[in-house]
């Protein structure tokens, strides 16, 4: 088992961890409610984890994970369909729900 990505906010790691899962990744969240023992120890010591089960799946894990952290840092994107502008981190129009056409 290894270490193939950690951040302060479970939301992000939660949304790393959906993106290698969909690839047939299994892992597992570590230090998932630590944040209680913030004090005792080092805020960073305190970050959820998430851990790859096979070490053969790691390289691909992290692969995975800068492309969806490129993918959310990218730019806003105007619907096909109606034209709104959506957030980069949106995968479905907020105005008419039409799912996101990648080029």
Known sequence: MKLVYTH???IVLGQARNSIERE?????VRNEYA???IG???PIDAWPELWVISDRDFENARSVIEQSLTRVEGADWA??????L???TFD???QCATERITR
């Open 8 to 10: 302060p906010s479970i």
């Open 40 to 42: 005792e120890l080092a």
């Open 79 to 84: 619907c096909d369909q109606c034209g709104a």
């Open 35 to 37: 944040s209680g023992a």
């Open 92 to 94: 479905w129009c907020w």
């Open 86 to 88: 959506c957030p980069a």
């Open 24 to 28: 047939g990744i299994e892992c597992v």
